[in-house]
């Protein structure tokens, strides 16, 4: 397991590599999806009692810090 951000895992052996919570099987990606379908924070945690609320705040930090690379176009 190698913690790639504060709270954000990634083990070759699970979830094929992606970015997961505390080495949790609750990739990145299913927070983001689940927020990018409007779900609350709040109706989250109720669903998925073993989060917390920095592994959100975790999820949306990571996300973020991983899309702010610049882009160079190939002419």
């Known amino acids: 397991m190698t913690e790639i951000a504060p709270r954000i895992t990634s ?3 699970q979830c094929g590599g992606r970015p997961c919570i ?3 099987r609750v990739r990145v990606s299913d927070v983001l999806e689940l927020l990018a379908a409007g779900e609350s ?3 989250i945690l109720e669903d998925y ?4 609320d920095a592994d959100i705040s975790a999820v949306l930090s990571y996300a973020a810090k991983s899309n702010s690379h610049r882009l160079i176009a190939a002419e």
Do not use: G, Q, S, W
């Open 11 to 13: 083990n070759p052996d």
């Open 22 to 24: 505390r080495n949790l």
């Open 41 to 43: 924070r709040e109706t």
């Open 49 to 52: 009692p073993y989060l917390e």
